[in-house]
C-alpha cells in the first residue's frame, strides 16, 4: 500500500493530465517558450538532495517547474516532425495499469502473471492487423522501437548467412564445422565458412540501421547502395546480383518500408518482393524490412534464429526450461533486454479498443491530409514538392502516404523554411536535406489527424511564411 500522504500527491498529478487531455487537440501548445526552458533549466536540482524532497514537494517541482517546459508532441496532430504517433486513450489508460503493476516482462511463468500470454496475444493480434500469418511468424517480440528491432534483425540475419555458409563450407570439408555467431563469434564464425566480406544492400538505409550494423560488429561501411536512382529507391535487380554473386562474401538485403525522408517504398508489389526473394534464395541471403516508423516490435519466420543469438545461459535464476513447440519463450531469450517494461499492454488495449476498422479509419485520414497538403504544395508556384517525379495528382496518389517532403524554390527562402513554419507554434515540422539542398518534411502520424482541418492550418502557415518573408525584403 502507498503511504497515506503519497495518495493526495498522485491524484494531483492525474487531475493535471486529465485537465490537459480535456482541451481539444488543436488547442495544445506544440512547444514551450524559451524562457519556460530557461527557467525549468535553472530549477533542475543540482545534486541529489541528501533527505529528498519529499514527494509533496517533488509533485510540486514536476508540475510548477517542469511540465511547463515539455512540449506538446503526443497531443497534438500538427507535430510533424517525427513519426510519434501520440497515445491512444485507450493505450493511455494501459499506461496507468502497467506503472502501477510494473511487471518485468522478461520469463516466461504462466502460473505467476499473464503477463507473456498477454505480450503473445498482443503480437498475434498486431499480425492480423498487418494481414500476416501468424503460423508463418512464429518468432515475435515488441521491441523499444526501431533501433533496437534493426539491431534483432541484423542480428539474426548475420547469424543466418554466416551459419549457413559455415554448413556449406563443411561439406566440401573432410572435418565438418559447426561454428555459429552467437556461440563461437563472428570471426571464428567467419573463418569456419572462408568469409572475407558480409554486406548489407539497401536502397535508402534509414540512419538506425547503420547504428544497428555498427554494434552488431558488421560496421557502417558495409552498407552498399543498389537503388535505380535517388528519386527512385525501388531497387535495381541487375546490380543487386552482381553484389550477391561476390565471391567469400554473404549479404543481408534490406527492404525500405518506407524512406525516412519521403515515405516512399523500395518496393510496389508482390512481384517485385517475389523477384528479391528469389535472388535472396538462390545465394543464401537474408531479407529484413526496415520499418524505421518508431516500429516497436519484431516479426521471423525462423522461430530457432532469435534464440541462437539472444540465449541467457548459465543463469539458472532466468531460466523457465526450454520452451517446447507452442509454449511461449520467454522474451529475455529472443530480444536485447533482461529486464523489461510491460509495454505490451498498451499495444493490446489500443488493438482491441479500436480494432482493424479503427486503424484502417485512422491510417485513411492521416494519407488524406498528406496527399492533400502535396497536391497544395505541387501546384505552388513558389515551393517544390519533393521528388521531382511527383508532377500530378495520379502520382501523388500512387507514392505519398504519410510523409510529405518539399523546399522553397527561392534558396533564400529555403534556407530559413524550416525555422519560419516552427516559429508560428501552429505546426512543428523537421528540417532534412535532398539532392543536397535543405528541405522540409512533414509526417502525419498522429492518430487525432483531421484531415480537412489540419490541411487548413498547413496551408494558413505556409502563405504567411511566405508573406512574411517578402514584406521582410520589400
Known amino acids: 500500500m502507498e503511504h497515506a500522504s503519497d495518495i493526495p500527491c498522485l491524484s494531483q498529478s492525474q487531475q493535471h493530465a486529465l485537465q490537459t487531455l480535456s482541451k481539444p487537440a488543436n488547442a495544445h501548445r506544440l512547444l514551450p517558450q524559451d524562457v519556460q526552458i530557461q527557467e525549468a533549466s535553472n530549477r533542475l536540482a543540482s545534486k541529489i538532495p541528501i533527505g529528498g524532497y519529499g514527494i509533496e514537494k517533488t509533485t510540486t517541482h514536476l508540475l510548477e517547474d517542469i511540465v511547463a517546459a515539455l512540449n506538446g508532441q503526443a497531443l497534438s496532430p500538427n507535430y510533424y516532425a517525427f513519426v510519434t504517433g501520440g497515445v ?16 518485468n516482462v522478461q520469463l516466461h511463468l504462466p502460473e505467476t502473471t499473464i503477463a507473456t500470454e498477454l505480450e503473445d496475444r498482443a503480437l498475434k493480434l498486431l499480425l492480423e492487423l498487418l494481414d500476416f500469418s501468424v503460423e508463418a511468424w512464429p518468432s515475435h517480440t515488441l521491441t523499444t522501437g526501431a533501433t533496437a528491432s534493426n539491431i534483432i534483425g541484423l542480428a539474426c540475419g548475420r547469424e543466418y548467412v554466416v551459419n549457413n555458409a559455415v554448413r556449406s563450407n563443411s ?14 563469434g563472428l570471426l571464428a564464425a567467419c573463418r569456419a565458412a572462408d568469409i572475407t566480406d558480409i554486406q548489407v544492400l539497401t536502397s535508402l538505409p534509414h540512419s538506425s540501421l547503420k547504428k544497428a ?21 525501388a531497387f535495381d535487380l541487375a546490380v543487386l546480383e552482381d553484389h550477391l554473386k561476390r565471391p567469400n562474401t554473404v549479404s543481408i538485403v534490406v527492404i525500405s518500408c518506407a524512406d525516412v525522408n519521403t515515405g516512399m517504398f523500395a518496393t510496389h508489389g508482390f512481384d517485385d518482393v517475389a523477384a528479391l526473394r528469389s535472388l535472396c534464395d538462390k545465394y543464401g541471403s537474408w531479407i529484413h524490412v526496415d520499418a524505421a516508423y518508431d516500429s516497436g516490435f519484431f516479426f521471423s519466420r525462423h522461430a530457432e534464429l532469435a534464440q541462437q543469438v ?10 523457465s526450461g526450454i520452451p517446447s513447440a507452442g509454449i511461449i519463450p520467454s522474451p529475455l531469450n529472443i530480444g536485447l533486454e533482461n529486464s523489461r517494461r510491460f509495454r505490451a499492454l498498451p499495444v493490446y488495449a489500443t488493438l482491441v479498443s479500436y480494432g482493424r476498422m479503427g486503424y484502417q479509419e485512422m491510417l485513411q ?39 510529405v517532403l518539399f523546399r522553397a524554390k527561392d534558396d533564400a527562402l529555403n534556407s530559413s523554411l524550416v525555422r519560419r513554419v516552427n516559429t508560428s507554434n501552429r505546426m512543428y515540422v523537421s528540417g532534412t536535406s535532398w539532392e543536397g539542398h535543405q528541405a522540409c518534411r512533414i509526417a502525419a502520424a498522429n492518430w487525432q489527424v483531421d484531415p480537412e482541418h489540419d490541411s487548413a492550418v498547413v496551408e494558413a502557415v505556409i502563405d504567411k511564411v511566405l508573406t512574411d518573408w517578402r514584406q521582410e525584403g520589400s
Open 171 to 184: 561439406k566440401e570439408s573432410t572435418s565438418p564445422k559447426t561454428e555459429t555467431v552467437g556461440e563461437d
Open 365 to 403: 485520414r492521416q494519407i488524406r491530409f498528406a496527399r492533400h497538403v502535396a497536391f497544395y504544395l505541387q501546384q505552388h508556384q513558389d515551393f517544390e514538392l519533393l521528388p521531382r517525379s511527383l508532377v500530378d495528382k495520379a502520382s501523388i496518389d500512387r507514392s505519398i502516404y504519410i510523409i
Open 310 to 319: 539472444f540465449l541467457n545461459p548459465n543463469a539458472a535464476y532466468l531460466s
Open 213 to 233: 550494423s555498427s554494434v552488431i560488429g558488421l560496421g557502417r561501411s558495409c552498407f552498399h547502395t543498389v537503388s535505380r536512382g535517388e528519386d527512385d529507391i
Open 88 to 103: 491512444t486513450p485507450a493505450a493511455r489508460v494501459a499506461e496507468t495499469l502497467v506503472s502501477t503493476y510494473d511487471q
